[in-house]
């Protein structure tokens, strides 16, 4: 049996990530800013600045290869934060979409890495959270198995375990067990330390 090969990076499965994002975020009302997460430091509110904030983020990491400030800290629920998602995740398609985007070196919290990586960290985070919404305000969270399924393949090889740890302290939690047969996007939340 051959091992299998990495699937080449595009901007593709980042697009689709952002699409499903995006339709969870269409459905999240201002009732829902203040329920809990999966994250458990973050309620839904934290949740839509960090993912509305981060995707500019990649965006800029794409565009120049380093970022100084991830914008979290700003709050996007006074608008309409699903529009200025979509306007966002425009932007870092475009950007992963660029002829130099993939090989271009991209200073990231832990290091540096090129872009064929980095789009798939953008894609994971972006589509996770997108999961955490769609959990904590009720709504499916079987969101894109292929893509889901993409992301954990990618995505397993490049977590090391020193990024795990308790809530609030690391970027991970520690992995939490879970069924193989789970939808996809159930085994990756799982991997990247949700419990589903």
Same mark, same amino acid.
């Given at each position: 049996?051959? +091992?299998?090969? #990495?699937?080449?990076?595009? $901007? ?5 990530? /952002? ?26 509110? %934290? ?10 983020? !990649? $965006? ?11 914008? %979290? %800290?700003?709050? /996007?629920?006074?608008? %309409?934060?699903?529009?200025? !998602? ?24 832990? =290091? ?7 789009? @798939? ?5 972006? !589509?996770?959270?997108? @999961?955490?919404?769609?959990? $904590? ?26 990024? *795990? =740890? #308790?809530?609030?302290?690391? $970027? !991970?939690?520690? *992995? ?5 047969? +789970?939808? +996809? ?9 949700? #419990?589903?």
């Amino acid at each position: 049996m051959q +091992a299998q090969q #990495p699937e080449p990076a595009s $901007a593709d499965v980042l697009e689709r990530a /952002c699409r499903s994002t995006a339709t969870v975020l269409e459905a999240v009302r201002s009732a829902d800013l203040d329920r809990p997460t999966p994250c458990a430091s973050w309620n839904v509110r %934290d949740v839509v600045n960090h993912v509305v904030g981060g995707t500019g983020y !990649f $965006a800029e990491l794409a565009e120049k290869g380093a970022v100084t400030d991830r914008g %979290d %800290d700003v709050d /996007c629920t006074g608008a %309409d934060f699903a529009a200025t !998602f979509r306007r966002k995740a425009e932007r870092l398609v475009a950007a992963f979409r660029a002829p130099e985007a993939m090989t271009r070196p991209m200073k990231v919290p832990f =290091g540096e890495l090129p872009g064929s990586r980095c789009v @798939w960290i953008a894609a994971g985070d972006i !589509f996770t959270h997108g @999961w955490d919404l769609a959990k $904590a305000t009720g709504q499916p969270t079987d969101l894109e198995p292929d893509v889901a399924a993409r992301l954990l393949t990618q995505l397993e090889p490049m977590l090391p375990d020193d990024m *795990r =740890g #308790p809530d609030g302290e690391a $970027a !991970f939690g520690p *992995r939490v067990d879970i069924a193989d047969s +789970a939808p +996809a996007a159930d085994r990756l939340a799982a991997f990247e330390g949700r #419990p589903p």
